[in-house]
Nanobody
Framework: HVQLVESGGGSVQAGGSPTLSCAPS????MGWIRQRPGKEHEGVAV????????GYADSVKGRFTISRDNAKNTLYLQMDSLKSEDTALYYC???????????WGQGTQVTVS
């Protein structure tokens, strides 16, 4: 039974820089997916934990950073220069093989005002 637990969401002012966390992080591929109000799910960032290679959606490139702390077994999403359109429910997701992230957490809400 896979259980991913996110934390770090909340209400943030535009321009703020919160960090989301997710544990555990011992999967081959891990990422963050968000669902904005009235929108489809959107892949935000992904990391191939074997090499540390990362990828980002164009909408967050240069503002968000995905990383993993092996010692703490935790995945992070550092979000900088937040905009109102970043308001969403953010999910941590993982896969043991392949880029289809089949394991999801319960989500953490980020509201930018």
């Amino acid at each position: 039974h896979v259980q991913l637990v996110e934390s770090g969401g909340g209400s943030v002012q535009a321009g703020g820089s919160p960090t989301l966390s997710c544990a555990p992080s011992g999967y081959t591929y891990m990422g963050w997916i968000r669902q904005r109000p009235g929108k489809e799910h959107e892949g935000v960032a992904v990391i191939y934990t074997i090499t540390g290679s990362t990828g980002y959606a164009d909408s967050v490139k240069g503002r968000f950073t995905i990383s993993r702390d092996n010692a703490k077994n935790t995945l992070y999403l550092q979000m900088d220069s937040l905009k109102s359109e970043d308001t969403a429910l953010y999910y941590c997701a993982a896969s043991s093989s392949g880029l289809t992230l089949g394991y999801w957490g319960q989500g953490t809400q980020v509201t930018v005002s």
